[in-house]
Structure formats: C-alpha cells, structure tokens
C-alpha cells in the first residue's frame, strides 16, 4: 500500500482522536465515549458545580486560532474516510473540554464545527445551546434547542430536559418562548 504525504499527519490526527475520545484500545476497535452520564451523575449528586462559572479572558486571536484548528481537523478527518459521526465527537469533546476550561468561546467554535458536520448530534447542540446560553446569545441557543426538538429522538427529548432544568437554558426557556420551541 503506497502512502501518500498526508497520511503520517492524518495518523496523528486520528490518534489524537482516540486519545481525546480515551477509546484507543488495542483489542477492539475505537468507538465513541460519552462522558456527559457520569459527570451528570457527579452534578446529581453535588460533586461537580453545575454552574460553569465565569468566563475566562479569551483573545480574538485564541478564538480565531481554534476556528482555524477546528476547520483543519474536521477537514482532514472527513478527507481521510473517516464518519461524520466520529468526527462531531471529536469536536464536540474539544469543545467540551474549553468549556470545562470557562473558555466558552472557543468551545462555541468547536461545538458549531460538530454541528455543521453533523447536525443530527444531539451532545453537540445541547451543547451549543448552552454555550451560547452561557455567553448570552439566546437566538442562537434558541436554534439548537429547536433543531434539537426537531429531530425527536429519545436523545434530544432528554437533552431538552436536561435543558428545562439548567440554570441557563431553563431560564431562556421560561423568559421568551420561541414559537419553534
């Protein structure tokens, strides 16, 4: 099999997936982890804040910086075969990870990536949501929660749920309900 260029840094690029995702396992092949259950679990039972906590001093340039990462890793990854589905999880735990950082806008950066990739994602509008919530862009957390409720699976009726009873998105839906909402 000739190896072309890119593949040494398509290598990397999915072994960092798979480092981010903590499904790199010799014996079986990688798959999607969701940590979202166990750290609602923590929330549920008081160990973990679930307030996010006040944002942290984000530059233009450092949001600017993870568009362009988030573009270049989506694109590549597409590029090289791999699912639309892996991809958005990859995002969506970057994503994931700043906004445990308080850096909510450069996770709003990686959760758009995930949505545009995949739209049907339901963690990654949840997300989305909240983060623009968070940042208090409610139009915008208005469309994911309607795109979210739109797609009818058990996972987004959860998500939606979920979202009644976050300080953030609870109080955006009780203040001004959208009519799509």
Avoid at 47 to 54: E, F, I, M, N, Y
Avoid at 87 to 104: C, E, H, N, P, Q
Avoid at 144 to 160: E, F, M, V, Y
Wanted: aromatic letters at 4%; glycine letters at 6%.
């Amino acid at each position: 099999m000739k190896r072309s260029r890119k593949t040494p840094w398509l290598i990397a690029a999915l072994c960092v997936g798979c480092l981010v995702l903590g499904a790199c396992k010799r014996s079986r092949p990688t798959a999607t982890v969701d940590a979202r259950p166990a750290i609602d679990a923590e929330i549920r039972r008081g160990s973990a804040r679930p307030d996010p906590g006040p944002p942290r001093a984000e530059t233009a340039q450092r949001v600017a910086a993870a568009r362009a990462e988030a573009a270049r890793l989506t694109k590549a990854l597409r590029a090289g075969g791999v699912a639309a589905r892996e991809v958005t999880s990859v995002a969506d735990i970057r994503g994931f990870r700043l906004f445990k950082r308080r850096s909510y806008r450069q996770a709003q950066v990686w959760f758009e990536a995930a949505v545009g990739v995949d739209p049907t994602f339901e963690p990654s509008l949840y997300n989305a949501a909240l983060t623009a919530a968070v940042l208090g862009d409610p139009a915008r957390a208005r469309r994911h929660l309607a795109a979210l409720r739109r797609l009818g699976t058990p996972l987004s009726r959860r998500r939606l749920s979920r979202a009644t009873r976050n300080g953030h998105l609870g109080r955006l839906l009780r203040t001004a309900p959208s009519p799509s909402l």
